[in-house]
């Protein structure tokens, strides 16, 4: 069982930046792969950001926040982020991060994450 709990969503300015943070409390966050998903209103949950296991270098990222987002882990606090910068309306959304008991690199696949956070809201205003 993995409980992950994001933070630090908030309502910015076009242009600013956000930090997102997940709180996993899973022993074995090392061997975990972490995603970031967002959805805008009326809209499916898309792909942002995956990075796999600790072990791993591998890192993907959507086409629309290359560039402009980074994603990270702190293996000691249990803890993947989420680095936001230059900021648009368009990434408006409830971002949530995922992770994989089943699948070592799910990449961008969210059929293969089976467990999720309860989202946090970004606001981007113009």
């Known amino acids: 069982q993995v409980q992950l709990v994001e933070s630090g969503g908030g309502l910015v300015q076009a242009g600013g930046s956000l930090r997102l943070s997940c709180a996993a409390s899973a022993r074995t966050f090392t061997s975990l792969p972490m995603g970031w998903f967002r959805q805008a209103p009326g809209l499916e949950r898309e792909f942002v950001s995956a990075?796999?296991?600790?072990?791993?270098?591998?890192?993907y990222y959507a086409d629309s926040v290359k560039g402009r987002f980074t994603i990270s882990r702190d293996n000691a606090k249990n803890t993947v982020y989420l680095q936001m910068n230059s900021l648009k309306p368009e990434d408006t959304a409830v971002y949530y991060c995922?992770?994989?008991?089943?699948?070592?690199?799910?990449?961008?696949?969210?059929?293969?994450?089976?467990?999720w956070g309860q989202g946090t809201q970004v606001t981007v205003s113009s």
């Open positions: 990075r796999g296991w600790s072990g791993s270098i591998t890192t």
């Open positions: 995922a992770t994989s008991t089943t699948y070592s690199d799910p990449g961008s696949q969210t059929s293969r994450y089976n467990y």
